[in-house]
């Protein structure tokens, strides 16, 4: 294409874009097509591809297309190895995106779908696409070492400390909320409940086919895998009809959250072949699928999206989370937009496979958009519901009643229209018993893909398409819960093995068991903590996770900025300071207002305080009254982890300022750990394309 | 368009096997013979089970998941 018709087709891109983006920002109709949104999106992620992300790779990290990547250099045939481009891709895409982009945008949709919208996009483009960039960019150039490392040796031993610690608390954090988002899920559901639970036979069916049956032989494998979780989903629906059957299956809370700590200890003790590998693949493969799937029937049937740009509730007196649009917002959207988890990603796993420099831009880039993507069609699911149905769903008992004429007419005094019997027609086309108070985000964007899908596919099955989403949900959530207890497990034994060797051992399985237990019982006790908070337990857990996650990014994004001013590159440095000023400024805003607001749905010690008063004169009901110890202990416990972040996060900070300061006065701070250039002999066609 | 799907699938299929792993002993056995064709008859390659099972527990260690 010659260089002018170039220029027309980015300029119509950009025209296209403004013009969405205007569109989705100044409507204040009745409802705006989704397909606006995606449109969007498309264009502002190929001119930010185009455009900074190249300017990015050539003038800010210098990509060397000549110089040899420790894929080639130190190619063992196993965990170092070159690899075709698109393979790398689609290993980091699989590793990257989880649940979380699922679940924020759901939640945050209780602002309007502007403000979720604008920051997945913005934030993605300017911030989490870029750390993953960087990330991958300076790890390459380190031999693959991990940001833990990256942080030790380049700004010093506090700041790889703070990277540990920080990744261990975020692990245990973000199992306790998504183990409560698939309890939530559950609850009093026979055909989610025994769906899930089938899923573990059927992982341990799959482990024992790969390596017994038909030893390597995945992908065979993994076609029975899904048929058979196909399968279980319509065998829940049997299971639901049954009387004798369905009781087994219908439970309350608690019990479900019991079951998944136990469940979570078994999966960190036994062997990855048997439980994690399997269901690690078969996740993938859903995954893959349903958003594929999910994508199509967008573009296909271009919902209205019904929820306004803005609701009341950006002054912060939101039903399902408490707190103002700002930095609230951009704290319930982490992951989609900027994820501090991804930097342990671009960091370690995805280096030792890349062949050539050239191809960071795609894969750290490319990958994160796509995640962002994701992101945006959780945003739409969420948004297609009807408002006042989506907040019927995702508004905790404790904030609009118990009983469900409350609910409807609390929902209704917001100004959003719902009724008690379009609640139960609802229920009753899912499959479900109630859907009233299904607080985590699973159920409502189930109730989305569903509606979606249903239109698109067939609406007579409704309640299969529900329980699918949820099994697909569920399955993936399961999935960062094992694995994630797993490296927590592995992440603990290498503390403790500072202190006593036999603890330190892998395979040492009196280690292994108290380890394992000690990273279940962390994860299990806010996970029972929010399965008893009459809240719903999403609005303490997620906001710390967020907080927790965006702290993890700028660590990485400290990281890449210190390495930035070292390599004399500080006129570029605004790259990675820009959006590491930006986190800063809301995590450190948003756990201010979490430690020191009088607003109990937002302070954590307000809230603590206010139980204790209403304790101390008796006006909470006995039930209430029976769990206010244990919550207001947490909330405490809340306040100080919150804090805690915040100092390790400053500690940081600090740290790498001083090191930028050092190395700007010319005084001497610890070298450049990069590895010295040495050529690529890989003719590397036969690799990369 | 019969054959620019058959096109498509053939160089879909290798990707996709490599991807999920379902190639990685073939893939082994060519590394094998590419660069420890010398050990042949001291250290023979791994059987099919034997090497899938170093594969699996080699890729679980280590962070593999996001949120």
Excluded at chain 1, 318 to 343: E, Q, R
Aim: charged share 15%; proline share 4%; net charge neutral.
């Amino acid at each position: 294409m010659n260089k002018n018709l170039k220029m027309i087709v980015w300029l119509a891109v950009g025209l296209l874009g403004t013009f969405a983006l205007s569109t989705i920002a100044l409507n204040r109709g009745e409802s705006i097509n989704a397909l606006w949104l995606i449109t969007a999106a498309v264009c502002i992620y190929a001119i930010a591809y185009r455009f900074y992300a190249a300017w990015i790779a050539a003038k800010v990290l210098v990509i060397d297309e000549t110089r040899a990547t420790p894929a080639e250099r130190l190619d063992n045939g196993r965990d170092f190895v070159p690899t075709n481009k698109w393979i790398v891709f689609g290993h980091h895409f699989a590793a990257i995106a989880g649940p979380g982009p699922l679940v924020g945008p759901t939640l945050a949709a209780q602002f309007g779908y502007l403000p979720g919208t604008l920051w997945i996009l913005i934030g993605a483009v300017l911030g989490g696409a870029v750390q993953d960039m960087v990330t991958l960019f300076f790890s390459t150039r380190r031999d693959g070492r991990s940001l833990g490392q990256m942080a030790r040796d380049e700004i010093g031993v506090i700041g790889g400390t703070a990277a540990l610690v920080g990744t261990f608390l975020i692990m245990i954090i973000l199992i306790a909320v998504l183990g409560l988002v698939v309890v939530n899920a559950m609850k009093h559901s026979p055909w989610a409940t025994s769906t899930v639970a089938a899923t573990i036979p059927i992982a341990m069916f799959i482990g024992l086919y790969m390596r017994n049956i038909r030893p390597g032989r995945v992908l065979e494998a993994s076609a029975i895998g899904v048929s058979l979780l196909l399968l279980s989903v319509l065998a829940g629906g049997w299971v639901d009809h049954n009387e004798s059957l369905r009781v087994l299956f219908d439970h309350e809370g608690l019990p479900l959250a019991y079951a998944i700590i136990v469940y979570g200890f078994a999966a960190a003790v036994l062997p990855v072949w048997l439980l994690l590998a399997p269901r690690d693949y078969l996740s993938t493969y859903m995954k893959l699928g349903t958003v594929v799937a999910l994508a199509i029937a967008i573009v296909i049937l271009r919902p209205e999206i019904h929820m306004p740009a803005l609701t009341q509730f950006t002054d912060g007196t939101g039903p399902i989370f408490g707190g103002k649009l700002f930095p609230f917002v951009f704290i319930t959207i982490a992951c989609g937009a900027i994820s501090g988890f991804h930097a342990l990603i671009s960091s370690g796993t995805t280096p030792k496979l890349l062949t050539n420099e050239r191809d960071i831009r795609m894969i750290g880039y490319g990958a994160m958009l796509l995640e962002s993507f994701v992101a945006i069609m959780a945003m739409i699911a969420a948004t297609v519901l009807e408002p006042g149905v989506f907040f019927a769903i995702n508004s905790p008992a404790g904030v609009v009643g118990k009983e469900a004429v409350d609910a409807v007419a609390k929902i209704n005094s917001w100004g959003f229209v719902v009724t008690v019997e379009q609640m139960n027609q609802l229920a009753r086309d899912m499959g479900e018993s109630s859907l009233f108070a299904r607080t985590g985000g699973a159920p409502s964007l189930a109730v989305g893909m569903a509606s979606i899908f249903g239109s698109a596919f067939g609406k007579h099955l409704l309640a299969l398409w529900y329980h699918f989403a949820i099994m697909f949900e569920a399955i993936f959530i399961l999935t960062t819960l094992d694995a994630g207890t797993r490296v927590g497990r592995f992440m603990l034994q290498d503390m403790l093995g500072n202190f006593n060797k036999k603890l330190g051992e892998t395979s040492y399985m009196p280690s292994v068991i108290f380890t394992s237990a000690l990273v279940v019982a962390g994860w299990g006790y806010f996970l029972y903590i929010g399965v008893i908070d009459p809240n719903g337990g999403v609005n303490i857990l997620w906001p710390l996770f967020g907080i927790a996650n965006q702290m993890l990014a700028a660590i990485a994004l400290c990281v890449a900025t210190g390495i930035l001013v070292k390599s004399g590159k500080l006129n570029y440095a605004w790259v990675t300071a820009l959006p590491l000023t930006w986190l800063v400024t809301i995590t450190t805003t948003a756990a201010y207002q979490k430690i020191f607001s009088d607003d109990i749905r937002v302070g954590f010690f307000a809230a603590a305080n206010d139980l204790s008063a209403k304790l101390t004169t008796g006006a909470l009901p006995a039930d209430k009254a029976a769990v206010a110890p244990q919550l207001i202990f947490n909330q405490h416990l809340d306040a100080y982890l919150t804090l805690f972040f915040v100092a390790v996060l400053w500690v940081v900070i600090i740290d790498m300022l001083a090191v930028c300061k050092c190395c700007l006065k010319g005084k001497p701070v610890l070298p450049l750990s990069e590895v010295p250039h040495s050529a690529t002999q890989l003719n590397d066609a036969w690799v990369r394309d | 368009m019969l054959k620019k799907l058959k096109n498509f699938w053939r160089c879909i299929w290798p990707m996709v096997r490599q991807l999920s792993g379902d190639d990685a002993y073939e893939r082994y056995l060519k590394h094998y013979a590419e660069y420890h064709a010398e050990l042949e008859n001291l250290e023979p390659p791994l059987g099919r089970e034997a090497y899938f099972k170093q594969w699996q527990d080699g890729k679980w260690k280590g962070v593999r998941r996001c949120c």
